[in-house]
């Protein structure tokens, strides 16, 4: 199974030295860019951007269109590429945190 991912979920997992669980449960992770970007930003932690900078064969960074589905503005720019990459390329499933990000993945790619 494959799934994408938005930031925090990689983010917090690294924090808690769980990132592992990832790979258990899927073959492979994409993200998009904004998403790698995201963990290198001034403010992540250390141990985020450091892990980041060497990335797991299982995590794939992918490019997204620009997000051209209008309601996906309000969102920010690492869950707009991540819904945006899961239209893209069929994947009817997202780890993400915001709960507006959520409803409108949940609401566009009809997950449960």
Do not use: H
């Amino acid at each position: 199974m494959v799934v994408i991912s938005d930031t925090s979920p990689i983010n917090d997992l690294v924090l808690i030295d769980e990132i592992q669980i990832l790979p258990q449960l899927f073959e492979k992770v994409f993200v998009p860019y904004a998403v790698f970007q995201e963990l290198q930003e001034d403010g992540t932690q250390e141990k985020v951007k450091d892990w980041i900078a060497s990335p797991p064969s299982w995590l794939e960074l992918r490019s997204a269109s620009y997000a051209k589905v209008p309601f996906l503005r309000n969102l920010d720019l690492g869950e707009r590429e991540a819904i945006q990459l899961a239209l893209e390329l069929g994947i009817q499933m997202v780890l993400m945190d915001d709960s507006d990000g959520r409803a409108e993945a949940r609401s566009f790619l009809q997950m449960v």
